[in-house]
Protein backbone atom coordinates (compact mmCIF):
# COMPACT_ATOMS: atom_id res chain seq x y z
CA UNK A 1 0.00 0.00 0.00
CA UNK A 2 1.30 3.32 -0.87
CA UNK A 3 1.75 6.68 0.99
CA UNK A 4 -1.48 8.39 -0.49
CA UNK A 5 -3.17 5.17 0.05
CA UNK A 6 -2.56 5.30 3.39
CA UNK A 7 -3.67 8.80 3.91
CA UNK A 8 -6.92 8.52 2.28
CA UNK A 9 -7.71 5.00 4.61
CA UNK A 10 -7.03 7.18 7.68
CA UNK A 11 -8.62 10.27 6.76
CA UNK A 12 -12.20 9.41 7.94
CA UNK A 13 -10.70 8.13 10.80
CA UNK A 14 -8.67 11.87 11.99
CA UNK A 15 -11.99 13.77 10.52
CA UNK A 16 -14.46 11.86 12.74
CA UNK A 17 -14.33 13.68 16.28
CA UNK A 18 -14.23 17.22 14.45
CA UNK A 19 -18.28 16.97 14.18
CA UNK A 20 -19.10 15.95 17.50
CA UNK A 21 -16.78 18.82 19.15
CA UNK A 22 -18.43 21.09 17.35
CA UNK A 23 -21.91 20.09 18.25
CA UNK A 24 -21.22 19.85 21.85
CA UNK A 25 -19.62 23.38 21.56
CA UNK A 26 -22.93 25.03 19.92
CA UNK A 27 -24.45 23.07 22.60
CA UNK A 28 -22.36 24.70 25.33
CA UNK A 29 -23.16 28.37 23.85
CA UNK A 30 -26.69 27.68 23.50
CA UNK A 31 -26.99 26.24 27.18
CA UNK A 32 -24.68 29.89 28.05
CA UNK A 33 -27.02 32.25 26.46
CA UNK A 34 -30.30 30.72 28.23
CA UNK A 35 -28.34 30.32 31.47
CA UNK A 36 -29.03 33.73 32.87
CA UNK A 37 -32.70 33.26 32.28
CA UNK A 38 -32.72 29.39 33.91
CA UNK A 39 -31.01 31.13 37.10
CA UNK A 40 -34.16 33.65 37.56
CA UNK A 41 -36.22 31.21 36.64
CA UNK A 42 -35.08 28.68 39.77
CA UNK A 43 -34.09 31.18 42.11
CA UNK A 44 -37.44 33.29 41.63
CA UNK A 45 -39.83 31.46 40.47
CA UNK A 46 -39.36 27.49 41.44
CA UNK A 47 -37.08 27.67 44.46
CA UNK A 48 -39.97 30.46 46.02
CA UNK A 49 -42.69 27.50 44.67
CA UNK A 50 -40.96 24.89 46.46
CA UNK A 51 -40.96 26.70 49.51
CA UNK A 52 -44.56 27.25 49.27
CA UNK A 53 -45.26 23.90 48.53
CA UNK A 54 -43.63 22.93 51.86
CA UNK A 55 -45.73 25.66 53.65
CA UNK A 56 -48.63 24.31 52.31
CA UNK A 57 -48.10 20.73 53.58
CA UNK A 58 -47.13 22.14 57.41
CA UNK A 59 -48.85 23.73 60.05
CA UNK A 60 -48.28 25.93 62.87
CA UNK A 61 -49.89 26.00 66.42
CA UNK A 62 -48.81 28.07 69.65
CA UNK A 63 -49.19 24.49 71.43
CA UNK A 64 -47.55 22.17 68.89
CA UNK A 65 -45.45 24.34 67.12
CA UNK A 66 -45.03 23.61 63.26
CA UNK A 67 -45.73 19.72 62.71
CA UNK A 68 -46.36 18.00 59.30
CA UNK A 69 -49.94 18.25 58.49
CA UNK A 70 -49.89 16.57 54.55
CA UNK A 71 -53.36 17.77 53.09
CA UNK A 72 -55.09 19.61 56.31
CA UNK A 73 -55.06 22.83 55.39
CA UNK A 74 -56.14 21.83 52.03
CA UNK A 75 -59.13 20.57 53.01
CA UNK A 76 -59.74 23.30 55.26
CA UNK A 77 -59.23 25.69 52.41
CA UNK A 78 -61.85 23.92 50.52
CA UNK A 79 -64.38 23.56 52.69
CA UNK A 80 -63.90 27.15 53.91
CA UNK A 81 -67.41 28.89 52.43
CA UNK A 82 -65.56 32.45 51.88
CA UNK A 83 -62.83 30.64 49.90
CA UNK A 84 -65.42 29.23 47.72
CA UNK A 85 -67.39 32.95 47.60
CA UNK A 86 -64.02 34.24 46.17
CA UNK A 87 -63.76 31.57 43.49
CA UNK A 88 -66.73 31.63 42.89
CA UNK A 89 -66.96 35.53 42.68
CA UNK A 90 -63.64 35.38 40.19
CA UNK A 91 -65.20 33.15 37.76
CA UNK A 92 -68.57 34.92 37.22
CA UNK A 93 -66.13 38.25 36.63
CA UNK A 94 -64.05 36.63 34.26
CA UNK A 95 -67.09 35.11 32.22
CA UNK A 96 -68.57 38.71 31.72
CA UNK A 97 -65.42 40.59 31.58
CA UNK A 98 -63.14 38.21 29.12
CA UNK A 99 -66.02 38.66 26.39
CA UNK A 100 -66.30 42.51 26.48
CA UNK A 101 -62.45 42.91 26.85
CA UNK A 102 -61.51 40.61 23.72
CA UNK A 103 -65.10 42.22 21.64
CA UNK A 104 -63.43 45.53 22.65
CA UNK A 105 -59.46 44.68 21.76
CA UNK A 106 -60.78 43.32 18.70
CA UNK A 107 -63.09 45.83 17.42
CA UNK A 108 -60.40 48.63 18.07
CA UNK A 109 -57.63 45.82 16.51
CA UNK A 110 -59.61 45.71 12.99
CA UNK A 111 -60.83 49.66 12.95
CA UNK A 112 -56.78 50.97 13.08
CA UNK A 113 -56.19 47.67 10.90
CA UNK A 114 -59.03 49.10 8.65
CA UNK A 115 -57.93 53.13 8.44
CA UNK A 116 -55.12 54.16 6.24
CA UNK A 117 -54.98 57.97 7.37
CA UNK A 118 -51.62 59.05 9.25
CA UNK A 119 -53.74 59.24 12.50
CA UNK A 120 -53.57 55.68 12.73
CA UNK A 121 -50.55 55.13 14.53
CA UNK A 122 -51.57 58.01 16.93
CA UNK A 123 -54.85 55.73 18.01
CA UNK A 124 -52.58 52.58 18.24
CA UNK A 125 -50.29 54.81 20.85
CA UNK A 126 -53.83 56.12 22.20
CA UNK A 127 -55.20 52.58 22.76
CA UNK A 128 -51.83 51.10 24.22
CA UNK A 129 -50.89 53.55 26.55
CA UNK A 130 -52.95 52.79 29.76
CA UNK A 131 -51.19 49.28 29.57
CA UNK A 132 -47.89 51.56 30.13
CA UNK A 133 -49.42 53.01 32.69
CA UNK A 134 -48.29 50.68 36.13
CA UNK A 135 -51.58 48.86 37.18
CA UNK A 136 -51.18 50.32 40.74
CA UNK A 137 -51.19 54.18 39.43
CA UNK A 138 -53.95 53.02 37.06
CA UNK A 139 -55.64 51.62 39.95
CA UNK A 140 -55.55 54.61 42.53
CA UNK A 141 -56.33 57.40 39.14
CA UNK A 142 -59.67 55.44 39.34
CA UNK A 143 -60.46 54.92 42.86
CA UNK A 144 -60.32 59.10 42.48
CA UNK A 145 -62.46 58.94 39.75
CA UNK A 146 -64.75 56.43 41.35
CA UNK A 147 -64.52 58.37 44.92
CA UNK A 148 -67.93 58.94 46.84
CA UNK A 149 -66.92 62.54 47.86
CA UNK A 150 -64.15 63.91 45.73
CA UNK A 151 -64.89 61.79 42.24
CA UNK A 152 -65.94 63.32 39.75
CA UNK A 153 -67.57 60.58 38.04
CA UNK A 154 -69.97 60.17 41.09
CA UNK A 155 -70.98 63.70 40.88
CA UNK A 156 -71.87 63.83 37.61
CA UNK A 157 -73.58 60.31 37.44
CA UNK A 158 -75.02 60.06 40.93
CA UNK A 159 -73.88 56.98 41.22
CA UNK A 160 -71.72 55.13 44.11
CA UNK A 161 -69.62 53.08 42.01
CA UNK A 162 -67.94 51.44 44.98
CA UNK A 163 -71.24 49.96 46.40
CA UNK A 164 -71.69 46.46 46.84
CA UNK A 165 -74.23 46.03 43.82
CA UNK A 166 -71.68 47.72 41.30
CA UNK A 167 -68.21 47.80 42.49
CA UNK A 168 -67.64 44.22 40.70
CA UNK A 169 -68.45 46.15 37.19
CA UNK A 170 -66.42 49.21 38.27
CA UNK A 171 -63.90 46.98 38.95
CA UNK A 172 -64.15 45.40 35.27
CA UNK A 173 -63.91 48.34 33.71
CA UNK A 174 -60.46 49.40 35.33
CA UNK A 175 -59.33 45.94 33.97
CA UNK A 176 -60.57 46.63 31.02
CA UNK A 177 -59.23 49.96 30.28
CA UNK A 178 -55.54 48.91 32.04
CA UNK A 179 -55.33 45.40 29.34
CA UNK A 180 -57.54 45.90 26.14
CA UNK A 181 -54.74 48.37 24.75
CA UNK A 182 -52.38 45.33 25.06
CA UNK A 183 -54.66 42.84 23.49
CA UNK A 184 -55.23 45.01 20.75
CA UNK A 185 -52.26 45.05 19.84
CA UNK A 186 -51.31 41.42 19.88
CA UNK A 187 -54.34 40.97 17.78
CA UNK A 188 -53.32 44.12 15.34
CA UNK A 189 -50.11 42.24 14.48
CA UNK A 190 -51.69 39.20 13.37
CA UNK A 191 -53.90 41.41 11.56
CA UNK A 192 -50.81 42.70 10.37
CA UNK A 193 -49.47 39.63 8.68
CA UNK A 194 -52.45 38.47 7.10
CA UNK A 195 -51.88 38.71 3.32
CA UNK A 196 -53.92 41.66 1.33
CA UNK A 197 -54.65 39.75 -1.84
CA UNK A 198 -56.89 37.78 0.15
CA UNK A 199 -58.83 41.10 0.74
CA UNK A 200 -58.00 42.46 -3.06
CA UNK A 201 -60.45 38.80 -4.11
CA UNK A 202 -63.04 39.72 -1.42
CA UNK A 203 -63.88 43.30 -2.67
CA UNK A 204 -63.83 41.69 -6.36
CA UNK A 205 -66.33 39.63 -4.99
CA UNK A 206 -68.45 42.53 -3.54
CA UNK A 207 -67.59 41.89 -0.20
CA UNK A 208 -67.92 45.02 2.47
CA UNK A 209 -65.67 46.45 4.89
CA UNK A 210 -67.77 44.88 7.68
CA UNK A 211 -68.08 41.36 5.70
CA UNK A 212 -64.39 41.61 5.52
CA UNK A 213 -63.73 41.81 9.28
CA UNK A 214 -66.04 39.92 10.16
CA UNK A 215 -66.02 36.34 7.98
CA UNK A 216 -62.25 36.92 6.84
CA UNK A 217 -59.84 39.20 9.06
CA UNK A 218 -61.61 37.64 12.17
CA UNK A 219 -61.21 33.94 11.17
CA UNK A 220 -57.65 33.98 10.08
CA UNK A 221 -56.70 35.68 13.41
CA UNK A 222 -58.27 32.95 15.39
CA UNK A 223 -55.01 31.29 17.17
CA UNK A 224 -54.14 35.04 17.88
CA UNK A 225 -57.89 35.03 19.59
CA UNK A 226 -57.33 32.52 21.56
CA UNK A 227 -54.18 33.11 22.99
CA UNK A 228 -55.20 36.82 23.89
CA UNK A 229 -58.21 34.96 25.48
CA UNK A 230 -56.31 32.76 27.47
CA UNK A 231 -53.71 35.15 28.80
CA UNK A 232 -57.34 36.77 30.21
CA UNK A 233 -58.87 34.02 31.67
CA UNK A 234 -54.96 33.48 33.30
CA UNK A 235 -55.30 37.20 34.63
CA UNK A 236 -59.08 37.41 35.59
CA UNK A 237 -58.64 34.26 38.10
CA UNK A 238 -55.84 35.86 39.40
CA UNK A 239 -57.52 38.87 40.54
CA UNK A 240 -55.72 41.03 43.21
CA UNK A 241 -53.85 44.64 42.61
CA UNK A 242 -56.76 46.10 41.85
CA UNK A 243 -59.32 45.16 44.89
CA UNK A 244 -56.50 45.47 47.40
CA UNK A 245 -56.18 49.16 46.22
CA UNK A 246 -59.10 50.08 46.41
CA UNK A 247 -60.37 48.06 49.00
CA UNK A 248 -59.54 51.14 51.68
CA UNK A 249 -62.26 53.22 49.87
CA UNK A 250 -64.88 50.55 51.27
CA UNK A 251 -64.01 48.19 52.98
CA UNK A 252 -67.74 46.94 53.72
CA UNK A 253 -68.23 46.08 49.44
CA UNK A 254 -64.26 44.90 49.21
CA UNK A 255 -63.28 42.55 52.00
CA UNK A 256 -60.78 41.00 52.56
CA UNK A 257 -62.03 38.23 51.37
CA UNK A 258 -63.30 39.39 48.22
CA UNK A 259 -60.71 37.25 45.73
CA UNK A 260 -59.01 34.40 46.72
CA UNK A 261 -55.50 35.64 46.09
CA UNK A 262 -57.12 38.95 48.80
CA UNK A 263 -57.69 36.24 50.97
CA UNK A 264 -54.44 34.68 50.81
CA UNK A 265 -52.35 37.93 51.16
CA UNK A 266 -55.16 38.83 54.04
CA UNK A 267 -54.48 35.20 55.95
CA UNK A 268 -50.59 35.63 55.31
CA UNK A 269 -49.66 39.39 56.40
CA UNK A 270 -52.52 40.36 58.40
CA UNK A 271 -53.14 37.18 60.37
CA UNK A 272 -49.64 35.26 60.11
CA UNK A 273 -51.16 32.26 58.72
CA UNK A 274 -48.56 31.64 55.91
CA UNK A 275 -48.86 27.46 55.60
CA UNK A 276 -52.78 28.31 55.26
CA UNK A 277 -51.86 30.87 52.63
CA UNK A 278 -49.63 28.63 50.66
CA UNK A 279 -52.56 26.05 50.41
CA UNK A 280 -55.09 28.74 49.27
CA UNK A 281 -52.85 29.82 46.63
CA UNK A 282 -51.95 26.39 45.15
CA UNK A 283 -55.62 25.83 45.35
CA UNK A 284 -56.30 28.51 43.32
CA UNK A 285 -53.25 27.20 41.31
CA UNK A 286 -55.45 24.28 40.27
CA UNK A 287 -58.18 26.55 39.51
CA UNK A 288 -56.76 28.46 37.28
CA UNK A 289 -54.86 25.30 35.61
CA UNK A 290 -58.27 23.41 35.13
CA UNK A 291 -59.83 26.39 33.50
CA UNK A 292 -57.05 27.11 31.08
CA UNK A 293 -56.95 23.38 29.55
CA UNK A 294 -60.90 23.76 29.44
CA UNK A 295 -60.76 26.18 27.46
CA UNK A 296 -57.64 24.97 25.23
CA UNK A 297 -59.54 21.62 25.41
CA UNK A 298 -62.91 23.36 23.97
CA UNK A 299 -61.22 25.57 21.28
CA UNK A 300 -58.76 22.90 20.20
CA UNK A 301 -59.84 22.79 16.62
CA UNK A 302 -59.27 26.35 16.18
CA UNK A 303 -55.95 26.48 18.09
CA UNK A 304 -52.42 26.06 17.52
CA UNK A 305 -51.56 26.22 20.66
Given at each position: ??????????????????P???K???????????????????????????????????????????????????????????????????????L?????????????A?????????F???????????????V??????????????????????????????????????????????????????????????????????????????????????????????????????????E???????????????????????????????????????????????????????????????
Open positions: MTQVETRSATAPAVAGPARFKGREAATGWLFVLPFAVLLVAFLLLPMAYALKLSLYRSTLIEGEHFALFENYTQAFKDPLVRQGVVRVILFGVQTPVMIGIALLALLIDHATSRSRFFRLAAFVPYAVPVIGTLMWGFLYSKDTGPLSSLLHVDFLSSSVVLASLGNVVTWQWAGYNMIVLYAALQGLPREVYESARIDGAGPAQIAWRIKTPMISSAIILATLFTILGTLQFFTPLILQPLNPGSITQHYTPNVYAFNQAFSFQQYNYSAAISFLLGAVVFVGSYIFLFATRKRSAL
